[in-house]
């Protein structure tokens, strides 16, 4: 039987990973190849993850709690939708990134 943690490990890689191919398929259909490669690249917002101790802790909101997950650069991201071209995907990368981190924490296994 599969439990909580398998199907909520299975959602969030299934956001971060495959469900940005949909996003830049929907928004971009012109350079969604382009786009799916930033909102990946976004993912390197978790290089912040190293400097915890520990690491991993799936019991941890990273939200709040990581400097690139925190709230004052969630602001900034969102800010950056106010801009056109690269930066905005980007911030559209990060904000769908911190949404996902929300969601894994905040629905699952409590």
Request: charged residues 10%; proline residues 4%.
């Amino acid at each position: 039987m599969m439990d909580c943690l398998f199907w909520k490990t299975v959602v969030h890689y299934f956001l971060h990973l495959v469900f940005p191919v949909f996003i830049a398929l929907i928004f971009y259909p012109k350079n969604w190849k382009k786009v799916y490669l930033i909102l990946l690249a976004t993912m390197l917002v978790d290089l912040d993850h190293l400097f915890a101790n520990p690491v991993f802790d799936p019991s941890r909101n990273s939200i709040g709690f990581h400097i690139l997950h925190s709230y004052y650069a969630i602001a900034v991201y969102f800010l950056m939708l106010f801009f056109k071209g690269n930066i905005r995907i980007i911030a559209i990368g990060l904000l769908f990134h911190m949404l996902t981190d929300f969601q894994d924490f905040s629905f699952w296994c409590h």
